[in-house]
């Protein structure tokens, strides 16, 4: 700025510089931070951001927010800087990926079988990427779905979900009943034949029949399905798996 008088002397002139600095934006260093998963609270693993001059952060959300499932999530930061007279503000953001708890719920229908029919398998999850079956049944499965199995014994059949989230497993058990036959043992008169009547006997398991004739009689005839198998004192059924008869006669001794 300059300023020129005169007068009856003479004129002169003086001049005073003002230095005029423009201030200056800080520079924020801030990464996209790592996944997260829902529960998980903001802390100083996330809202990390740096400058490059002294000065305050304030993140918007704060430290101990807990966001909501979802991906590409913002967080902001406003930096306020200590020499306000050469430095102005300056903000930045990031985004940040929210992923969901996974959950898995499996179950069968009925859960008690006999051994031969089949039980349903139904199971649902969220937040899962992949789903492996072990124990009962093994592979790949979708992330819902249903499949017939019929275990001959019990069984436990276990799903393991995947998700960005972690990792989740259920379980159902299926009790398995024998599968059951009826032998019909019937005796005629003057005699008797064990475990007369309606024989319930396992799949695959033996059952042995013994015969007795009463005092002056003996045995005349053993029918097996309605064939003859001879005057037999014993007769096995063995590895049974359908229903039988057995039905014995007797006769007279002859004097």
Do not use: M, R
């Not at 693993?45 to 966001?67: E, I, K, R």
């Not at 259920?170 to 008169?189: F, K, N, R, W, Y």
């Amino acid at each position: 700025y300059t300023l020129t008088c005169t007068g009856p002397g003479g004129a002169i002139s003086d001049s005073v510089d003002i230095a005029v600095t423009q201030p200056v934006t800080p520079t924020i260093t801030w990464d996209n931070p790592a996944d997260i998963t829902y529960g998980t609270a903001l802390s100083s693993t996330q809202l990390n951001a740096t400058a490059d001059v002294a000065g305050t952060f304030v993140y918007t959300p704060n430290s101990g927010t807990v966001l909501e499932a979802g991906l590409g999530q913002i967080l902001s930061v406003t930096f306020t800087p200590t020499d306000a007279i050469n430095y102005t503000e300056a903000t930045a953001t990031v985004t940040i990926d929210v992923h969901g708890i996974p959950s898995l719920a499996i179950s069968a229908d009925p859960l008690t079988i006999v051994a031969g029919q089949s039980s349903s398998l139904t199971w649902s999850s969220v937040n899962v990427d992949t789903c492996v079956a072990s124990n009962g049944w093994s592979g790949d499965k979708a992330d819902t779905g249903t499949q017939s199995v019929s275990p001959n014994v019990d069984a436990t059949y276990t799903l393991t979900c995947t998700g960005p989230g972690g990792a989740i497993s259920d379980s159902v058990d299926i009790e398995v009943t024998p599968a059951t036959h009826t032998i019909t043992a019937t005796a005629g008169a003057n005699g008797q034949i064990s475990s007369s009547g309606s024989v319930i006997v396992n799949d695959g398991e033996d059952e042995t029949f013994d015969i007795e004739a009463d005092e002056g009689y003996h045995i005349a005839d053993v029918l097996v399905d309605g064939v003859s198998v001879g005057a037999l004192v014993t007769y096995t059924f063995t590895n049974v798996t359908a229903n039988h008869t057995i039905a014995v006669s007797f006769e007279v001794d002859e004097v």
